[in-house]
């Protein structure tokens, strides 16, 4: 399913002393299977604009099209729209409500009127596929853990099969454990079943990793547009709107100022890793030292990759 807004603008409080302007003039398509990360300072129009692609909101000017298809051009279809375009709230546990976990990630399917055969079978995919096993089917979901909850949070919103899946959010409050389990299962619900995701975050370092795509918003537009690096590239764009790049990006970039020869466009850990590896091998190669390395470097951060590039610990 194709999403597509067009000059999209919304007003809070319109008419009013307290009006205010956080959508201006919005555009972009987004195509069936695309993994798009969305980014922007507090206040610089995200929430509403997730809002909006769901229906939550009308907007004041503009449209969104499902499909080629206004979504608000029948008020009566409301529903189907929130049923094709799920969104995950940030803290989802805290619509948990059911006796147990089945109970609450069946709520959704029931309500669409789905029938109990084919609403168990809905529950039990979406608990599969965010990693809740079956031995906590019947548990209170006020049992489970931070993560946990999450997960099964989200399966809520997969129970209702969703087309487009926004996550907004996500990992907010979990510990490292809990973050990197929601996106080992956000990946798995993408290669799976194949839906598009737009996954709004503070994170650089996972929207790096992660996503194909970056908008970035600013002050209720749309800034840029594009594929990681190239978002990445333009990192004095990025700070002039209160943002940065992954810190992994300034960390390359020290590195090149010291005389290494390492490739631009690097803005992951494991990327990062691989690359400075295959620096440090070609030194070796060349019959260089880690004492040679670091007298380019100032010695403690390359001393860190330097030895673990040699296969050692640290």
Do not use: W
């Amino acid at each position: 399913m194709q999403i597509e807004v067009e000059n999209l603008s919304y007003i809070y409080s319109e008419g009013t002393a307290f009006e205010k302007r956080a959508l201006a003039g919005v555009n972009f398509k987004i195509d069936k299977g695309e993994f798009v990360g969305l980014i922007g300072q507090t206040g610089s129009g995200k929430s509403t604009l997730i809002q909006q692609l769901n229906a939550l909101l009308t907007p004041s000017t503009g449209t969104v099209l499902l499909d080629g298809r206004n979504i608000h051009a029948d008020k009566a279809n409301l529903k189907s729209v929130r049923q094709r375009v799920g969104l995950v709230f940030q803290y989802p546990e805290h619509q948990l409500f059911e006796a147990t976990v089945f109970k609450d990630v069946a709520f959704g399917p029931e309500n669409m009127g789905i029938s109990p055969d084919e609403t168990d079978g809905r529950v039990r995919d979406a608990l599969r596929i965010v990693g809740i096993d079956e031995e906590y089917f019947e548990k209170s979901p006020f049992e489970l853990s931070g993560g946990q909850k999450r997960r099964a949070a989200i399966a809520g919103v997969l129970a209702m099969r969703p087309e487009i899946l926004i996550l907004d959010e996500p990992t907010a409050g979990l510990d490292p454990r809990g973050r990197e389990e929601i996106f080992e299962n956000i990946n798995d619900m993408r290669v799976e079943l194949g839906i598009t995701i737009i996954l709004v975050s503070h994170s650089m370092e996972d929207i790096a990793r992660l996503v194909s795509r970056v908008m970035v918003m600013s002050d209720g537009r749309i800034i840029m547009d594009g594929g990681v690096k190239e978002i990445f590239m333009n990192i004095a764009v990025l700070e002039r709107t209160g943002l940065a790049a992954p810190q992994t990006a300034y960390l390359m970039e020290e590195l090149k100022k010291r005389g290494f020869d390492l490739p631009d466009g690097v803005y992951t850990v494991d990327a990062a890793f691989g690359a400075i590896t295959d620096y440090f091998n070609k030194l070796e190669a060349g019959g260089a030292t880690a004492g040679h390395v670091n007298k380019h470097t100032g010695g403690a951060i390359t001393d860190h990759f330097y030895g673990r590039a040699a296969g050692g610990e640290r």
